[in-house]
């Protein structure tokens, strides 16, 4: 169920036509999900200060009501070491259009893995686990199941997977938290129900999936025209 606060991120973001990441990772948040330490800074000074506390290396953000997708406007830099290499990533972001601060978060490590869901016209809400980052177009290695998702049918996704032997140690490499992504597809699956009628889709791209967690790197919620 929708709290109060996650429905009025909904009705902010409504007129945009999207939920920036910043408030979607807060929405995510509130429903139980795993995401990285972020804040989101409108100045230089109080981004260096949210780094410090967070703890180096960082990834950074731009937020833009008017960029939906950040890498390709040069909106973000990951792996950034000391403060003067966050100093260069802010003056860089400041020039993108409609700049309104930066997102300071966690560096996460692991798996990379891509969850989605699509309202479909016919069948309703559509839930995609995959292999995910940048690579998620070059192998397009992906399972679908129909919400709402049962611990069986996330247990067939991973399953569905041509590379499920990525996430169950290959060739001596750590395995995933099976049992933490299959949380993660659950609780993403209640709260797709939830948002049906009011979302188009959501990427939540890349999920890094390590032995400790799965964890939100980063989100797109696109709402209902």
């Given at each position: 169920?929708?709290t109060?606060?996650m429905e ?7 007129k945009?036509?999207?939920?920036m ?5 807060t929405?995510?948040?509130l429903?139980g999900?795993?995401?990285p ?5 409108h100045?230089?000074?109080a981004a260096?200060?949210?780094a410090e506390k ?13 960029i939906v997708?950040?890498?390709d406007a040069?909106?973000?830099?990951a792996?950034?070491?000391?403060a003067g290499?966050?100093?260069q990533a ?5 020039r993108?259009?409609?700049f309104?601060?930066?997102l300071?978060?966690?560096?996460l490590?692991g798996?990379?893995?891509i969850?989605?869901a699509?309202?479909?016209?016919q ?8 292999i ?7 192998y397009r ?5 129909m919400?709402p998702?049962?611990?069986e049918?996330?247990?067939a996704?991973l399953?569905g997977l ?7 140690g290959?060739r ?7 049992d933490?992504?299959?949380?993660t597809l659950l609780?993403?699956s209640?709260?797709?129900m939830d ?16 032995s400790?967690?799965c964890?939100i790197a980063?989100?797109r919620?696109m709402?209902?025209?």
């Amino acid at each position: 169920m929708l709290t109060k606060a996650m429905e009025d991120i909904l009705v902010s973001s409504r007129k945009r036509g999207w939920v920036m990441e910043p408030e979607a990772k807060t929405l995510f948040s509130l429903a139980g999900l795993d995401v990285p330490r972020f804040v989101w800074e409108h100045s230089l000074d109080a981004a260096l200060a949210s780094a410090e506390k967070i703890g180096y290396p960082v990834v950074a953000k731009v937020v833009s009501p008017d960029i939906v997708h950040k890498s390709d406007a040069g909106g973000v830099m990951a792996g950034i070491k000391s403060a003067g290499e966050l100093r260069q990533a802010f003056e860089v972001f400041s020039r993108i259009t409609g700049f309104q601060g930066v997102l300071v978060e966690e560096m996460l490590t692991g798996i990379e893995l891509i969850v989605g869901a699509k309202i479909d016209y016919q069948f309703g809400p559509v839930i995609l686990l995959g292999i995910g980052g940048t690579s998620v177009e070059i192998y397009r290695d992906t399972s679908l199941r129909m919400a709402p998702l049962r611990p069986e049918d996330a247990r067939a996704m991973l399953k569905g997977l041509k590379a499920h032997e990525l996430l169950e140690g290959y060739r001596g490499s750590e395995p995933v938290s099976v049992d933490g992504l299959i949380r993660t597809l659950l609780l993403f699956s209640d709260l797709v129900m939830d948002l049906a009628g009011t979302i188009e889709s959501i990427d939540l791209n890349p999920v890094f999936c390590s032995s400790k967690r799965c964890a939100i790197a980063d989100a797109r919620i696109m709402l209902k025209r």
